[in-house]
Protein backbone atom coordinates (compact mmCIF):
# COMPACT_ATOMS: atom_id res chain seq x y z
CA UNK A 1 0.00 0.00 0.00
CA UNK A 2 1.23 3.28 -1.24
CA UNK A 3 0.04 6.22 2.04
CA UNK A 4 -2.41 8.09 0.41
CA UNK A 5 -3.52 10.52 3.02
CA UNK A 6 -6.17 11.88 1.16
CA UNK A 7 -7.40 8.23 0.03
CA UNK A 8 -7.05 7.72 3.75
CA UNK A 9 -9.24 11.54 5.17
CA UNK A 10 -12.06 10.94 3.20
CA UNK A 11 -12.49 7.20 3.64
CA UNK A 12 -12.87 8.17 7.03
CA UNK A 13 -14.81 11.13 6.64
CA UNK A 14 -17.36 8.71 4.49
CA UNK A 15 -17.61 6.37 7.72
CA UNK A 16 -18.23 8.61 10.12
CA UNK A 17 -20.37 10.86 7.91
CA UNK A 18 -22.40 6.93 7.80
CA UNK A 19 -22.40 6.59 11.66
CA UNK A 20 -24.32 9.94 11.79
CA UNK A 21 -26.41 9.17 9.31
CA UNK A 22 -27.25 6.22 10.95
CA UNK A 23 -28.04 7.40 14.64
CA UNK A 24 -30.00 10.72 13.26
CA UNK A 25 -32.13 7.90 11.86
CA UNK A 26 -32.78 6.12 14.98
CA UNK A 27 -33.19 9.15 16.91
CA UNK A 28 -35.39 9.60 14.41
CA UNK A 29 -37.55 6.60 14.11
CA UNK A 30 -37.41 6.94 18.13
CA UNK A 31 -39.11 10.22 18.24
CA UNK A 32 -41.98 8.76 15.56
CA UNK A 33 -42.31 5.84 17.70
CA UNK A 34 -42.67 8.16 20.76
CA UNK A 35 -45.38 10.69 18.67
CA UNK A 36 -47.43 7.20 17.69
CA UNK A 37 -47.53 6.11 21.70
CA UNK A 38 -48.80 9.27 22.52
CA UNK A 39 -51.91 8.94 20.35
CA UNK A 40 -52.35 4.86 21.52
CA UNK A 41 -52.54 4.50 25.50
CA UNK A 42 -53.95 0.91 24.92
CA UNK A 43 -50.99 -0.93 26.75
CA UNK A 44 -48.22 -0.02 29.60
CA UNK A 45 -46.66 3.26 28.02
CA UNK A 46 -44.89 4.54 30.38
CA UNK A 47 -42.37 1.48 31.02
CA UNK A 48 -42.75 1.30 26.67
CA UNK A 49 -41.81 5.34 26.51
CA UNK A 50 -38.90 5.06 29.28
CA UNK A 51 -37.30 2.45 26.93
CA UNK A 52 -37.92 4.47 23.94
CA UNK A 53 -36.07 7.54 25.68
CA UNK A 54 -33.27 5.66 27.00
CA UNK A 55 -32.78 4.20 23.61
CA UNK A 56 -32.79 7.94 22.19
CA UNK A 57 -30.46 8.95 24.88
CA UNK A 58 -27.93 6.46 24.15
CA UNK A 59 -28.29 7.21 19.68
CA UNK A 60 -27.95 10.98 20.90
CA UNK A 61 -24.34 10.19 22.94
CA UNK A 62 -23.22 8.03 19.92
CA UNK A 63 -24.08 10.91 17.12
CA UNK A 64 -22.16 13.13 19.39
CA UNK A 65 -19.28 11.11 19.12
CA UNK A 66 -19.76 11.02 16.02
CA UNK A 67 -19.50 14.40 15.48
CA UNK A 68 -16.87 14.85 17.55
CA UNK A 69 -14.94 12.80 15.25
CA UNK A 70 -15.67 14.81 12.40
CA UNK A 71 -14.46 17.58 13.89
CA UNK A 72 -11.52 15.85 15.12
CA UNK A 73 -10.78 14.86 11.25
CA UNK A 74 -11.50 18.30 10.08
CA UNK A 75 -8.16 19.35 11.88
CA UNK A 76 -6.17 16.93 9.74
CA UNK A 77 -3.73 18.77 7.32
CA UNK A 78 -4.06 16.60 4.21
CA UNK A 79 -0.80 17.89 2.78
CA UNK A 80 1.43 18.25 5.45
CA UNK A 81 4.34 15.47 6.17
CA UNK A 82 6.40 14.74 9.04
CA UNK A 83 9.29 12.79 10.09
CA UNK A 84 7.85 12.30 13.11
CA UNK A 85 4.70 10.53 14.95
CA UNK A 86 1.78 13.21 15.71
CA UNK A 87 -1.87 13.98 15.20
CA UNK A 88 -2.41 13.38 11.02
CA UNK A 89 0.98 11.13 10.33
CA UNK A 90 0.12 7.86 8.77
CA UNK A 91 1.98 5.02 10.57
CA UNK A 92 3.14 1.64 8.72
CA UNK A 93 4.62 -1.38 10.62
CA UNK A 94 5.51 -4.72 10.25
CA UNK A 95 1.95 -5.65 10.17
CA UNK A 96 -0.14 -3.23 10.19
CA UNK A 97 -1.43 0.98 8.90
CA UNK A 98 -2.55 3.46 12.04
CA UNK A 99 -3.66 7.10 10.66
CA UNK A 100 -3.36 9.37 13.65
CA UNK A 101 -6.97 11.24 13.46
CA UNK A 102 -10.11 10.15 15.51
CA UNK A 103 -11.62 6.87 17.03
CA UNK A 104 -12.97 5.66 13.70
CA UNK A 105 -11.96 2.05 13.71
CA UNK A 106 -10.62 0.52 10.78
CA UNK A 107 -10.88 1.53 6.77
CA UNK A 108 -10.65 -0.24 4.04
CA UNK A 109 -9.17 1.75 1.46
CA UNK A 110 -9.98 0.73 -2.14
CA UNK A 111 -7.53 -1.39 -3.50
CA UNK A 112 -8.41 -3.53 -0.14
CA UNK A 113 -5.67 -2.40 2.23
CA UNK A 114 -6.82 -1.72 5.85
CA UNK A 115 -5.78 1.17 8.23
CA UNK A 116 -6.42 1.53 11.80
CA UNK A 117 -7.96 5.11 12.10
CA UNK A 118 -6.91 5.86 16.03
CA UNK A 119 -6.86 9.04 18.02
CA UNK A 120 -4.18 11.01 19.84
CA UNK A 121 -6.21 9.40 22.85
CA UNK A 122 -5.39 5.65 22.03
CA UNK A 123 -3.00 3.78 24.06
CA UNK A 124 -1.24 2.81 21.56
CA UNK A 125 -0.57 6.25 20.23
CA UNK A 126 0.86 6.92 23.24
CA UNK A 127 3.79 4.19 22.75
CA UNK A 128 4.47 5.68 19.35
CA UNK A 129 3.78 9.48 19.60
CA UNK A 130 7.27 11.40 18.52
CA UNK A 131 9.06 8.44 16.88
CA UNK A 132 10.21 8.09 12.94
CA UNK A 133 11.09 5.74 10.86
CA UNK A 134 12.95 2.93 12.10
CA UNK A 135 12.15 3.38 15.77
CA UNK A 136 10.40 0.82 17.89
CA UNK A 137 7.68 0.90 20.39
CA UNK A 138 6.06 -1.98 22.37
CA UNK A 139 2.38 -2.31 23.31
CA UNK A 140 0.80 -5.14 25.22
CA UNK A 141 4.01 -6.95 25.03
CA UNK A 142 4.27 -6.77 21.16
CA UNK A 143 7.23 -4.70 19.71
CA UNK A 144 6.57 -3.13 17.04
CA UNK A 145 9.02 -1.75 14.30
CA UNK A 146 8.07 1.79 12.39
CA UNK A 147 8.53 0.85 8.98
CA UNK A 148 7.59 4.86 7.75
CA UNK A 149 5.77 7.78 8.80
CA UNK A 150 3.94 9.52 6.27
Do not use: C, W
Not at 25 to 30: A, G, S, V
Not at 126 to 136: F, H, I, L, P, Y
Amino acid sequence: MVANKEELFFKSLDTVNRQIEKYQNEMDQIKQSMENNDAHTDYDEDNSKGELLNDFEKYAQYLDNAQTMKEKLSRVDRKHYSETIDFGSIVETKDNYYFIAAAVGKVTLEEGSSVYVISTDAPIYQEMKGKRKGDSFKFNETEYHIKDVH
